[in-house]
């Protein structure tokens, strides 16, 4: 039989994952997984300004421990058959770089200059600029945020590039362009980082960076100009086509081959974000709405140019052709914190711990998520509940805003800490319902759900909620690294093992795992909690 297999890079937030699969059937190999070594120590990062750095040494370093883990464990005997690699990666995660598409903080004059490194998804240090840049679009002859759901984020590349530039004179004055991650990746593995020649991702550029090809690429310079006249100069070094994640984007550089023991001929996809390749890895299909479930959530569909025809889909991250699976649009929507929000409250619950019995905190640290869950389980929908909102890291969809804050309210002398966790759980499935509801409001149809991510795995309390929420099924892929393996069916259509998508998901994909049915009690009880947490979004978003 002949052997042909690929590589799957994933990129998360705290680490990175790589997996290698026999292309016939999805059969893992090996697998191997390192968390980013500076930003584990809180390395260039500042939670109180909202500003989330990481250092580009962190990629090369753990994409290098990564692969080599899963090159040891198959041993060159089964490494030799291997035919693709491909990466999925945050974002947007935008890095400004040199002439010559290095990132800046492999100089050594900005090594430690946290303006010169990667800008993870999740700063929020350029809400002023994605203001200037929202007001300007809406008055422009084009509205370049139209298919953005009619806000550019702060979260997004040209507000995050924008703001460096403009807080940053000596890193500005060496920025020649900048580099989505998920493109520089690319970029690096297969040796051309010259950014006017780099092929870039059309997942990151159409939902990060308002490019479309009736535009003629990205937005004009006449428009960024007014932003800023650098960002002309900028826009000049990105071409006016972009590239589907199942385009090659070349063969990995002859010097990382032997370091990381890869056949010289092992081809390079095009990265594209995490989110969208993992519903790819979930068997994404027209009308299935998947939720990639982590620290926050990214929700992604997937309908045919007929069924969309010219609407602009308001509120969301996004719809852009073929930025999932080409020949279809790809939506976009999510929750800027998901998990992140229940971490809060173990860190909040944790303080007395750490600060007064430190040498027990390892210990109670990984019990008390259970603790809270197994008191939150035997609570029904709205008893003594207290009412929140999930907005602790502002909100992405629908209708972005990142000034809005979490809250919570209902709040007695008699209220526990369960009552208060089972609230933050019903507050991101009331959040779930926002976007559920935008989608169908705005007549795209959602025939089912599917999850991925680590908490559709971990928590069955939380995936009922969100059933009974919603009141449709939800059904969980059983599937612990489902990014990493979109990232293998694609790298699999690159190198030409498969004509297709579809084909790949096809042969490689995952099963179905469990399936949460709704409650219909609850969800009408549900209902009504949910116009509390709409009366309360209201309120507290005009504050």
Same mark, same amino acid.
């Given at each position: ?9 994933? /990129? ?49 370093? +753990? ?278 929000? /229940? ?31 197994? #008191? ?44 208060? /966790? ?8 009331? #959040? ?44 969980? +892929? ?51 909690? /949910? ?13």
């Amino acid at each position: 039989m002949n052997k042909r297999y690929v590589i799957g890079v994933d /990129y998360g937030s705290d680490s990175c994952r790589a997996i290698l699969l026999d292309t016939a059937d999805g059969r893992r190999l090996a697998e191997s997984s390192c968390n980013y070594p500076r930003w584990m120590k809180g390395l260039y990062c500042d939670p109180l300004s909202h500003r989330y750095r990481q250092h580009p040494l962190d990629y090369i370093d +753990v994409f290098k421990e990564a692969v080599g883990g899963i090159v040891s464990q198959a041993g060159p005997e089964e490494i030799r058959f291997v035919e693709g690699i491909s990466f999925d990666t945050t974002a947007s995660t935008p890095v400004l770089v040199n002439e010559a598409g290095v990132p800046l903080a492999l100089l050594p004059e900005f090594a430690e200059e946290p303006d010169a490194m990667f800008v993870l998804w999740k700063d929020h240090t350029a809400i002023a600029e994605a203001d200037e840049i929202n007001a300007l679009a809406h008055g422009w002859e084009v509205d370049y945020t139209s298919f953005s759901g009619g806000t550019y984020s702060p979260e997004w590349g040209w507000s995050k590039v924008l703001h460096l530039l403009r807080t940053n004179d000596r890193v500005a004055s060496a920025a020649y362009s900048w580099m989505e991650h998920c493109d520089w990746m690319t970029a690096w593995l297969t040796g051309n980082t010259k950014p006017e020649t780099i092929l870039r991702s059309r997942c990151a550029a159409g939902h990060k960076a308002m490019w479309r090809a009736e535009w003629g690429g990205m937005p004009s310079e006449e428009f960024l100009g007014k932003l800023d006249s650098r960002l002309v100069a900028m826009r000049r070094t990105f071409a006016a086509d972009t590239q589907t994640a199942d385009v090659c984007a070349g063969t990995i550089a002859p010097e990382l081959a032997a370091e990381l023991g890869l056949p010289e001929n092992v081809k390079v996809g095009i990265g594209a974000i995490d989110a969208h390749v993992g519903a790819v890895g979930a068997s994404i299909s027209e009308g299935v709405l998947t939720r990639i479930m982590g620290t926050s959530t990214c929700d992604i569909l997937v309908s045919s140019y007929e069924s969309v025809g010219d609407r602009q889909i308001k509120g969301i991250c996004g719809q852009v052709d073929g930025s999932v699976i080409p020949g279809l649009v790809g939506f976009e929507a999510g929750q800027a914190a998901f998990g992140d929000v /229940y971490a809060w409250f173990r860190r909040l619950l944790m303080w007395p711990v750490e600060n007064l019995l430190p040498e027990m905190a390892d210990q109670i640290k990984d019990a008390v998520l259970p603790a809270l869950e197994k #008191g939150a389980s035997a609570l029904q929908p709205g008893e003594a509940s207290p009412i929140a909102l999930d907005w602790f890291n502002g909100r992405r969809t629908p209708d972005s805003d990142q000034r809005v804050k979490g809250a919570i309210t209902g709040l007695t002398l008699g209220t526990t800490a369960p009552m208060v /966790y089972r609230a933050l759980i019903e507050a991101t499935a009331f #959040g779930t319902k926002a976007i559920v509801d935008r989608f169908k409001e705005e007549g795209v149809d959602i025939k089912a759900v599917r999850a991925i991510g680590g908490i559709s795995q971990k928590s069955k309390l939380i995936m009922q909620i969100m059933s009974d929420v919603i009141g449709m099924p939800v059904t969980v +892929v059983d599937c612990d690294q489902a990014c990493a393996l979109g990232a293998a069916m694609l790298a699999a259509v690159a190198c030409g093992i498969y004509p297709d998508v579809d084909s790949a998901q096809k042969a490689m994909g995952a099963p179905e795992g469990c399936t949460y049915s709704p409650d219909m009690v609850n969800h009408e009880l549900y209902s009504k909690l /949910y116009a509390e947490y709409i009366a309360l979004g209201s309120f507290t978003g005009t504050r």
